[in-house]
């Protein structure tokens, strides 16, 4: 089965600078997708950002950006020129191949904004 | 708006009652997931269909049940209620064609026991 860690419960930015989110998972598939979804206080889950395992070349979604390491299993957001609506929480996700579809979840880390 | 619709929004009910909640996926979409977001479990896999037939089923309970009719809707059936089912309920549906697929959220339903 496999399992997805985000180590940090709780993080704080100040508005306008970069902050790191991180997240480990541990598979023994070799081909996979990986996910970052926001949860705002309206509690909908929003994509923010897809990795797929066979691209080496990271994803970017505008200001959002990832750190893929394959081999470390290491999957990190992260968010240029924080705003004050990146407030949320924001859960890192594992899903496998063809048959093995569902998302599989980190606790979540909840990110504050300062202005 | 991600196109996937759930009602009702909000579930007030009593423990031992049944309920049931309802999810559109977006158009087009062949796949529904079902999952339960609550504060000591987290966000859990319950169960996924696709195109009307069961695909997956992770940590649903006996008690809970769920279906995919031909207009590909789909019913997350919740007997036997008991104060831990309250939690914050997921649809999700995908195009269901391929590995590639992202998982697009519903606004989700609040289930509250008492």
């Known amino acids: 089965a496999q399992t997805v860690t985000q180590s940090q419960p709780e993080m704080s930015v100040q508005e306008a600078e970069t902050v790191t989110l991180s997240c480990t998972y541990d598979?023994?598939?070799?081909?996979?997708?990986l996910f970052w979804y926001k949860q705002p206080p309206s509690r909908q889950m929003i994509l923010v950002i897809r990795?797929?395992?066979?691209?080496?070349q990271n994803a970017t979604e505008n200001r959002f950006s990832v750190n893929f390491q394959k081999a470390a299993k290491s999957f990190s957001l992260k968010i240029s020129d924080s705003q004050l609506g990146d407030a949320a929480m924001y859960f890192c996700?594992?899903?496998?191949?063809?048959?093995?579809?569902?998302?599989?979840f980190g606790t979540g880390t909840r990110l504050t904004i300062i202005p | 708006d991600s196109g996937v619709t759930q009602t009702p929004k909000h579930l007030i009910t009593a423990t031992g009652q049944r309920v049931t909640l309802r999810c559109s996926p977006r158009?087009?979409?062949?796949?529904v997931y079902w999952y339960q977001q609550s504060l000591d479990q987290g966000l859990q896999f319950l169960i996924q269909?696709?195109?009307?037939?069961?695909?997956a089923k992770g940590n649903i309970l006996e008690r809970f049940s769920a279906q995919q009719f031909p207009d590909l809707h789909s019913e997350l059936n919740l007997s036997s209620l008991e104060l831990g089912d309250s939690a914050l309920y997921f649809c999700?549906?995908?195009?269901?064609?391929?590995?590639?697929?992202?998982?697009?959220f519903g606004p989700g339903t609040r289930l509250t026991v008492l």
């Open positions: 598979t023994s598939e070799s081909d996979y997708y």
């Open positions: 269909y696709y195109n009307g037939e069961e695909r």
């Open positions: 999700a549906s995908s195009a269901g064609g391929g590995a590639a697929d992202t998982q697009y």
């Open positions: 990795q797929e395992a066979y691209k080496q």
């Open positions: 158009s087009g979409d062949l796949s």
């Open positions: 996700a594992y899903r496998g191949n063809f048959g093995n579809e569902k998302l599989t």
